[in-house]
């Protein structure tokens, strides 16, 4: 069965910290990988993507995310966190073809301390 | 910009009620979906739509019906609503399949 997978619910950082979110997943072959942000009541915004070519894609805001094949892993990194960045992060999956049924991860929720 | 739009972003219902959520998209993308999204769950998949008058069941579509009988608006209706309903809802559309997926704000339904 597809599924992903954010091991960290919670995670605090201070501002100007380096952060990394990690996601894993699990899909036949290799998929779409997207990773959304959702400020608090809001809906959610598309950080960044991978479809194929090179494994490290840039985003958005100053994040990038590294896609590993080897360890069906798709993490998240930013070099210098911002108290704007305070959010909650989903890592999602979809087939690269045929319909389009994201599957999300259960999230994880970040803090930035001051 | 993509914009989606959702009809409220808060509601209040009584148990037994039928409810409509209503969605809004105007960049005439072919999908649509409806998720619900719950602590520690994320985002599950309720129905999608890929064309006018089309649907498609997602993981979680007990209880919900949907209709699109206009290729901008997609409707996600309860049809008598339950407290184990209350919940985030959230819409999505996209342009193709397997193409980014364009949020809105979502509605917070309670349902007493």
């Known amino acids: 069965a597809q599924s992903v997978t954010q091991p960290d619910i919670h995670i605090t950082v201070s501002e100007g910290a380096s952060l990394e979110l990690r996601c894993n997943y699990s899909y036949g072959a290799t998929p779409y990988l997207f990773w959304y942000v959702q400020s608090p009541g809001q809906g959610l915004q598309l950080l960044l993507k991978y479809f194929s070519g090179d494994t490290l894609v840039q985003g958005i805001k100053g994040f990038e995310a590294e896609f590993k094949r080897s360890q069906s892993s798709f993490n998240l990194r930013k070099p210098s966190v911002h108290w704007s960045d305070a959010a909650e992060y989903f890592c999602?999956?979809?087939?690269?073809?045929?319909?389009?049924?994201?599957?999300f991860g259960q999230g994880t929720r970040l803090t930035i301390n001051p | 910009d993509v914009k989606v739009t959702q009809s409220s972003r808060y509601l209040v219902k009584r148990t037994g009620e039928k409810v409509f959520l209503e969605c809004v998209q105007d960049?005439?993308?072919?999908?649509m979906f409806w998720y619900r999204q719950d602590p520690g769950l994320g985002l599950r998949l309720i129905y999608f739509s890929y064309d006018v008058k089309m649907k498609e069941k997602g993981d979680i579509p007990e209880g919900y019906s949907v209709s699109r009988e206009k290729k901008e608006r997609f409707s996600l209706i309860l049809e008598s609503a339950s407290t184990n309903q209350t919940s985030m809802y959230l819409c999505a559309s996209s342009q193709d399949r397997g193409q980014t997926q364009y949020f809105g704000p979502g509605t917070r339904l309670l349902v007493l």
């Open positions: 999602a999956v979809g087939p690269p073809q045929g319909a389009q049924k994201l599957v």
């Open positions: 960049m005439d993308h072919e999908n």
